[in-house]
Each structure stands twice: as C-alpha cells, then as structure tokens.
C-alpha cells in the first residue's frame, strides 16, 4: 500500500437495504452498550423504525458475521423500558432520592451551560472534573469538551492508578515510543491471504482471555483462525480456561506476579544465549543493564513467587525465544497490579529481545486517524490551565503526552479541597461507584461534596442516582451516527443512525450542543455529519462518503523503524530520547523511577504480609469477565440476566468442602478494607489457594432506595484507592480474604 492511499473493501450491497419487511442497515457495534471491538453488524429495523434484530455482518472483515450474545441482545438494551429518555433534573437536596423533574434539552442545555460558566467564572476551570468510564466512542467528545471549557482535569473518574489500557500505553511510550499490538493481519483488506503477512508461530495470551475479554480491538475468534493456520498457543493466566486446555503451555501464576514470571523468562533466555543478537544490539538500549537485573530473577526462586514450576518456566521461555514470529496479546490484569508499569516493561521486553517488534506475525505499531489514548483538541487549552492538572506534579510520567489527570491524587483532592476545592463534575458513561472506583464509599463521600453533578448515561445508574443534580439521556449505537477509529486497529467505521427512542442524544451530540455554549470557537460545526467529517479530512472523504464504504484501511508497512517512519524528525529508530526501545528507559530515570523492570510483591498478599494470612488465607482476585455483560452494562437484561443472575465467586472444590460450602449459596467475602456478598460456584479451574470473581455488579430490580443493593454486591468495597510509584497501576487483581456463610436476614 502506498503512502497516503486509503482503501475500502468493496461490498455485493448498499449500507442499507431491503430484507423482506425489514430494512437493514450497515453498522459498527461502537457502543455503548458492549464492548471495545466494534464489530460490523447488520442492524434490522421495521415499518415503525423499532430495532427488531441485529446480525453479524459477514462483509466486515473484522468479525466475519460473528458476534457475541451481547450484540444479539442489542434490541433489548436499545427497547429496554427502564432506559433514560429525557433529560432530568433535582434539587441537590435530594441527591439519592427518586426526585427527578423531567426538562427539555434546551432548558438542560442552558442550566448546565450556565451552572458551568458561572463555576468558570468564579473559581476557574480547572474546579470541574470531566470523568468518563471505559473510553470507546466518548474520549474524543469528553476531552475536546474539557479542554474547550478549560479544564485540565479530564480523567478516567475514580479508577485507581488509572489502571485500565493507559498503563500499558504509558510504560510503552515512554520506553518504545508507542504502542503495539498482536498482528493477527487487522491491518489488511485481505486479511490473512495477504503475501505481506505472517501467521505467527507462537501467540502468548498474557493477562487477557480474548474469547470473552476484548482488549485492544483484538478479536477473540482470530484466535480460532490462526490456529487452523498453525498457530500455537501459550497462557499465562491464574484460571483454566477453553483457550488454555488448548495450549502448548499454561503457566498458572499466582495473580500479580506476572513481573517476576517474565523477568524469570528474560533470565532463561538471556542466559541460555536465546535472544536476538541482531535486533538487540542495533536497535535496543540498555541490554547489558537489564542483562544484570534478570540475574535477581532466577527461575528457582521465581517458581517460589509464582507458584509456576522452576521446569514450565524454562520451557515457555525457550518456546518463545524459538518461535519466529512470535506475538502477545495481552490484557487488563497487567495493568491492575500496583506497580503496572515495571510489570509491562518486563513482558513487553521478552518481545524485544526476541526481536518480535514490527515484523510480520509480531507486534506491530498501529497506525491510526486518531490517538484512542490521546483524546482531540488539546491545542484547545492553555499552558497555564495545562500546569493546574491534578497529579501532575506528583507524577512527572503524566507529562509524557498525557492529558490526564491522576485519579488517586483527585480523589484526595476532593475530599481535602487542596492544592484547590473541586466544585462540578462531568461524568459520561461512568458508573464509578458501581464498576471501576476503589473504595466506592470514599468515592461517593468525595462526589457529595461537589457543587454540581451531571451524569450523561444510557440508564438510571447507582451512580447517577447517589449524586446527580442533571441526568441527559445517551443514545445506544443503533441511535446515532459516529465513527470508530484508532485502539489498535487500522480502520475507520461507520455508525449508522436507524432508530430513536425517547430523546436520547448521542455523547457527541450533547458534547456538541454544550461545546457550542461553553467555547464557540472550539466547536464551529453546525451538525453531527459536518464534524464527523472534520475527523477524517486528512482521508479526502467526507462522513456520508466513508459510510457507503466503509471500513477503510490506512497505509501500513513493516519495520517502519528502519525507514524513519515512526519518528517525526524522519530519522532511523524508535520514537525515544536514544532512539532505540529502552530496555533501560531514559525517560523513567528522569522522573526519579527504577529504569529498568522489577518485581513487587502484592501487598496485602502471601508474600508482603504473611502475618495477615491466617485471618484472610485467600487470595483474592477480581474482574474475571462473563460473557452476559460488559462491566456494569446490562445488568437489567433479562435475556443475559439468566446467564448470569448473580454475583458469583468461584472456589476450588477441595476450598469449598473445606469451608462447609455449598453450590449457590450466599457467602460474604471479605479482607481489611471491607466486605461484599457472593453466590458460591464450586470449580477446578481455580487453584485451592484462589478465589475469583466478576466486578460491576449492582441489582437494577432492587430499585433506587438502597441505590439498588450496590454497597452490597460491590467487590471493589475490598479494593484500596492505592497506586504505583509512578501513578500508574493499581491492585485491583490482587488482594487477599476471608470467606463465610451470609446469615439468614442479611
């Protein structure tokens, strides 16, 4: 592909059609509901304009035509008739209580616009906090939106150590100069025929169980295609799994030692003379320093700290060194240790001196129209608002192209009004309480203290409902037109609008709308359509040109780092202060941070607090993700609420008839931070020593007395508002507990 062409897949039929009595209409499922693929589907709609069907479409050269039961259950979500579909507003008096008063988008529009303004004037921007949950279609409205207003305090609200994708985004910025991802040939219009590409040898699942966990826009049935192709397997993940019974190798790690684990993998290959001689010396820095550090990580007392045997570690090591190409596709649970960022640079680094890096069937550097993890328009505030941004000055990694303020030092903000008083926030898509915030009572504490709240959502959330003074309805993606770009993947799809319920707008409509008052100049577009194509004009196309082709290819090639292609002064390399991947990272050094990758024991856990672990003998770890929701979303679903109707913690069976425990019963699960109720699912796919259990739950059907039960349910009542060194990371994976029998009344 030359430089600068941008090609489509040609498709046997139109965007949109006739079906019989149904028309159906091309699309990307680009949330919300769901999750962060955004997979081509085929969305059915009758006389009325009601959702009745959604299908995969088989022209997408991403899915295929599959889809998951979440997709299915599209019209249930999008018809559900507890959705929101007016904007609403109470008296701050009456935060928790199910005093809405229902308004028209105008009046919304002009009490938040003015509320906001009025916040500006008198305390300054930075005062309001612009919170999203999982990123997926908002981060560019929500932070074009901060940064207009002025705000330097856009976040990923309540999240401690920001421990979701960014991590993993930062430690390899700052060490490679940009992100890669697992070359499954996404980047193709042809796909797997294309003569450029390679299958890889050997793919190594690290942290991430792509057939139910989406991470990165990775699919998870491209598994299942490159291993028809002859593709091997290796997991590293506490649980068994389909995946891992199918594997070469499954190094069954004790949850959070996954830094250990690869530094003891680095050790075998480093010492067994494994790595590549070539790439590593022509385009890594800092080898010989790493070269010493692995030597505190030999696989004799990494197999202590891991519980994987000293043999299985040798053996994947020598399985990945030998395997040309070789990729990995990891997930959340790398970011979710506290400290993420030594823990990705020593996965990561197995790659790098292999010599897996830009090649084909390796990991390869995307290539996107816009930064997933950038946000849009931050030439849009100013360097003196930019200095006010919460955590920077704790944290100098933040300066490393991220305009993102650090939840954990925000959170102390809030509650302790300094360096200055937080007086609005701005939650889109964010159900903190419920699903991503540690210590969600504190959080609740902190959100109470706000002047002025605004939640932007698809349903009445926990959250909403504990601290909202102005609800505005979201739109699902079947009611709205948009884009999906970037997040590792080389495309740019089209969201195509075919139904309406209620009122409900898109994020980028009401993003729109209020942007017009809050900064005009900031956003000159008349419509939706008009800044849809704004987005995409380096293409040549305009929004309704991409949507009878869509998805579009950019340009790709491999080893981009010989030609000067992944740095702006044109020169040979990687986009870093050496120019080479930083095995012992400069800019890490320069912030007051250990430069090169280490261990650091779970606190609390078997290995930090031994003391403690007669009183909470389990280790606990938490996310574990179920086919039947994404997160907090679709909860009130009962099509996908009969997969899963309830919470549940997953026990070895030997664990449970040790503790008197029976399939299905209620037990509490609790450590020092605090306590949540769990169904008991006895099971061998976790070790005696381990506990697992989902996240994000709250009970919709218990209504809005008690914020629907979610203090109850919330695992993350026992996880600690804690980060890493360098604000990245937290122990959201790793903990330990207690378990016994809920009382009768309880």
């Known amino acids: 592909m030359a430089e600068n062409e941008y090609l489509t897949v040609p498709h046997e039929k139109p965007y949109k059609y006739q079906e019989g ?80 008063e229902r308004m028209s988008w105008d009046e919304a529009i002009d009490l938040v616009a003015g509320k906001l303004i009025e916040i500006r004037d008198k ?21 074009r939106l901060a940064w207009s207003y002025g705000s330097p305090n856009y976040t990923c609200f309540a999240l401690s150590g920001l421990a979701c994708y960014l991590p993993r985004v930062a430690g390899m910025a700052a060490t490679c100069g940009g992100y890669t991802v697992a070359d499954c040939s996404q980047q193709f219009p ?39 192709r002859g593709m091997k397997i290796m997991m590293v993940d506490p649980r068994v799994t389909w995946l891992s019974l199918k594997a070469e190798a499954h190094l069954r790690l004790r949850p959070g030692t996954d830094a250990a684990l690869a530094l003891g993998m680095m050790n075998v290959i480093i010492n067994e003379d494994l790595y590549d001689h070539d790439f590593v010396e022509k385009w890594t ?66 790659f790098q001196i292999t010599g897996n890096v830009d090649v084909p069937g390796g990991n390869i550097f995307p290539v996107e129209l816009i930064a997933y993890s950038g946000g849009w328009g931050g030439e849009l505030i100013s360097e003196e608002q930019k200095a006010k941004r919460i955590g920077l000055d704790t944290y100098p990694l933040l300066a490393l192209g991220f305009q993102v303020a650090q939840t954990d030092e925000l959170m102390k903000t809030m509650l302790t009004d300094k360096p200055y008083k937080m007086r609005g926030i701005w939650l889109q898509t964010n159900n903190a309480i419920a699903c991503m915030g540690a210590e969600p009572k504190m959080v609740l504490e902190a959100l109470l203290r706000l002047e002025f709240n605004v939640v932007v959502d698809l349903f009445m959330t926990p959250t909403a409902m504990a601290c909202a003074d102005v609800v505005l309805p979201a ?105 080479r991947i930083e095995l012992w990272s400069t800019f890490y050094n320069q912030c007051g941070l250990d430069p090169m990758p280490y261990f650091d024991e779970p606190n609390p856990g078997p290995g930090a607090t031994p003391e403690l672990m007669d009183e909470y003998p389990f280790v606990l770890t938490t996310g574990a993700r179920r086919w039947s929701s994404f997160h907090s979303e679709h909860r009130q679903l009962d099509r996908l609420r009969r997969m899963d109707p309830w919470p549940y913690i997953e026990i070895h069976p030997d664990t449970a008839a040790e503790l008197g425990f029976v399939d299905g019963e209620w037990v509490w699960v609790e ?62 994976k790793t903990s330990i507990c207690k378990l016994y029998k809920v009382e009768k009344g309880e």
């Open 21 to 100: 009595d149904l028309t159906v209409t091309r699309g990307s499922a680009w949330t919300g509901p769901g999750c962060h693929l955004g997979c081509g589907v085929l969305l059915y709609t009758d006389d009325d304009g009601k959702l009745v069907k959604v299908e995969g479409d088989p022209e997408n050269p991403y899915n295929d035509g599959r889809l998951c039961v979440r997709c299915l259950a599209l019209p249930e979500v999008t018809n559900h008739k507890d959705r929101l579909l007016y904007p609403m507003k109470r008296d701050p008096k009456d935060r928790g209580k199910d005093k809405w």
């Open 123 to 143: 305390y300054g921007a930075e005062t309001v906090i612009f919170g999203q949950g999982t990123g997926r279609d908002i981060s560019s409205w929500i932070t």
């Open 190 to 228: 042809d796909r797997y025929d294309n003569p450029n590409w390679r299958c890889p040898e050997l793919m190594v699942l690290w942290g991430n169980y792509p057939l139910r966990a989406n991470s990165d826009g990775f699919y998870g049935h491209w598994m299942i295609d490159l291993m028809k």
């Open 285 to 350: 820095y800092g080898f010989d320093e790493l070269a010493e550090r692995v030597q505190e990580y030999p696989p004799s007392k990494v197999a202590e700290i891991t519980w994987v045997p000293e043999e299985e570690i040798k053996s994947a090591a020598r399985m990945l060194a030998s395997a040309k190409p070789a990729a990995m596709q990891w997930g959340l649970a790398v970011d979710m240790v506290k400290e993420a960022l030594p823990a990705g640079q020593a996965i990561v680094g197995l």
């Open 475 to 579: 739109a699902t993606y079947p009611e709205k037109d948009g884009l999906r770009l970037g997040d590792g993947l080389q495309r740019g799809e089209v969201i195509n609008k075919v139904c309406q319920i209620g009122e409900a707008k898109s994020d980028a409509e009401i993003n729109l709308m209020l942007g017009k008052r809050l900064n005009p100049e900031a956003w000159p577009w008349d419509s939706i359509e008009d800044m849809l194509s704004s987005m995409i004009a380096t293409t040549g196309m305009t929004f309704p040109e991409l949507r009878e082709q869509a998805p579009l290819y950019l340009p790709f090639e491999y080893k981009r780092y010989e030609t000067g292609k992944l740095r702006a002064d044109g020169q040979p390399g990687f986009n870093t202060a050496t120019g």
């Open 671 to 732: 450590n020092q931070m605090g306590r949540a109720k769990r169904t008991v699912k006895i099971t061998p796919i976790v070790d005696p020593r381990v506990v697992s259990c989902d996240h994000g739950w709250w009970l919709p059907e218990k209504g809005p007395e008690n914020l629907y039960d979610v203090f109850d349910v919330n695992i993350n009542n026992l996880v600690p508002m804690a980060c890493g060194k360098s604000g990245f990371g937290a122990n959201y």
